[in-house]
Every structure is written in structure tokens, then in C-alpha cells.
């Protein structure tokens, strides 16, 4: 009997091993991946306060110069005075 004890004690710790390892490997694939994505948010985030920066300074345009309001409206919204003519290109 004790050589069958052995043999499970020994197929247990080899069992015990491979879960082990095969966790290991998982934490470690799981850490790059969480890595990579904090990478991008950061990046994202970068993106996003340029633009935030832009979009304040054109707010800041805008409130203060008539004429670029102006130029915007006519731009964003098509609007024209009485004597212009708009030509559209395709």
C-alpha cells in the first residue's frame, strides 16, 4: 500500500505544480494586458485635454470676437445674407 500512497502523493504535487504554474501564467498575461490598457487610457486622456485646450480656446474666440462668431455660424449652420450666392463643390 504505501507505494500507491506514494504514487498519489507524487501525481497530487505535480497536479499542485501545473495549477500553480498555469496561474502564474495567467496573473502574468493578465498584468501585460492591464499594462497595455492603462497605456492607452493615458494616451486617450492626453488626446482628450488637447482637445479640451482647443475646444476652450475656440469658446474663448468666439465670446470675444463677433466676427469669428460670425464666421462660424455662417459655417456650421449654411447661413447666408441676401446677396451672396453659395457655390457647392461635390
Do not use: C
Amino acid at each position: 500500500m504505501k507505494k500507491k500512497e506514494n504514487g498519489t502523493t507524487g501525481f497530487r504535487k505535480k497536479l499542485y505544480t501545473a495549477g500553480l504554474t498555469f496561474l502564474f501564467f495567467v496573473l502574468i498575461i493578465d498584468t501585460y494586458k492591464a499594462k497595455q490598457r492603462k497605456q492607452e487610457l493615458i494616451e486617450e486622456a492626453e488626446q482628450l485635454k488637447m482637445e479640451k485646450q482647443e475646444l476652450q480656446k475656440e469658446i474663448k474666440e468666439l465670446s470675444e470676437n463677433p466676427q469669428a462668431l460670425e464666421e462660424k455660424a455662417r459655417e456650421k449652420l449654411w447661413l447666408v445674407k441676401p446677396e451672396e450666392i453659395i457655390i457647392v463643390k461635390k
